[in-house]
């Protein structure tokens, strides 16, 4: 019985120390690929660098215009996940708390938008905003915004959807006797309750956002307003890549969203916990 259980112990172990390594190891990659010019990387991309060479840094970020490039990310990003939760929070709470048919097949049609691919209506959307009203060329910063808030809505609707059905009504109930009408109800008691489920949402929005590359593409048409995954672009030649440019700006791209996920990892997982539990 007890070599059962050690046999069984060393096969989950090895299985997840190689699903580790699996992982890990296209990180490694990039990062000892990054201090070496497109000679080694290319006979020897394996290996550890000679020696730690941050010249290949340096003008990774001249060249993509690194912090003009990341305000312009960070904006978008930070900008287009504040209206995601707020707009989604507030929808939701109205579904679940006004019971009728209405919010019913509001509910129903809006999870079903998410199976509806991007590419599906990028044609119109362009010719509509693009050619009709000429948004893209006079505001595409807040068209991108919009753009991504109403891309976003329908996942965020449907995880808060079903954690604010567990919220007591009397929570509420209490709220509404003490004076507070429904947008002070929301604001001070069921938003601040929703605060795990909001930085769940949240981490999984900026990631999907930060990271994009095809939307920004098609709104942002000016160098000055790239964001950092189309920037990209200025290290890929017709017949070549700038390895030794390219792989220092991956490694700057992802950064930040290794260190927001760094330090929310464990709000994410509390607030998966708590939906589940609740």
Request: net charge positive; aromatic share 16%.
């Amino acid at each position: 019985m007890k070599n059962k259980k050690l046999i069984s112990k060393i096969i989950t172990y090895a299985f997840l120390i190689f699903s580790f390594l699996i992982f890990v190891f296209p990180f490694f990659l990039m990062i000892v690929n990054s201090f070496k010019n497109n000679g080694e990387i290319l006979q020897s991309p394996f290996s550890f660098p000679k020696t730690l060479n941050f010249v290949h840094f340096k003008e990774a970020i001249k060249q993509m215009d690194f912090f003009v490039t990341f305000s312009n990310s960070l904006l978008i990003t930070v900008a287009s996940t504040i209206l995601i939760l707020l707009f989604s929070a507030m929808c939701s709470y109205y579904l679940v708390r006004n019971n009728s048919i209405f919010s019913k097949i509001f509910f129903s049609v809006l999870v079903a938008s998410m199976i509806i691919p991007f590419q599906s209506v990028m044609i119109p959307l362009m010719y509509i905003y693009g050619g009709k009203l000429n948004l893209i060329e006079t505001v595409p910063f807040p068209l991108l915004i919009v753009f991504y808030a109403g891309f976003g809505s329908a996942l965020s609707v449907f995880i808060y959807h079903g954690f604010i059905k567990s919220i007591p009504i009397e929570l509420e109930e209490a709220a509404l006797i003490d004076g507070c009408n429904r947008i002070k109800t929301f604001f001070k008691i069921v938003f601040p309750i929703l605060a795990p489920t909001s930085t769940t949402i949240g981490i999984l929005n900026v990631m999907w956002i930060w990271n994009d590359y095809l939307l920004p593409s098609l709104i942002l048409n000016k160098d000055n307003l790239y964001t950092m995954p189309i920037k990209m672009k200025v290290f890929n030649g017709t017949y070549m890549n700038n390895w030794e440019l390219l792989i220092p700006a991956l490694l700057l791209t992802i950064l930040p969203l290794l260190i927001v996920y760094s330090f929310a990892q464990k709000y994410i997982i509390s607030g998966v916990m708590q939906g589940s539990i609740k």
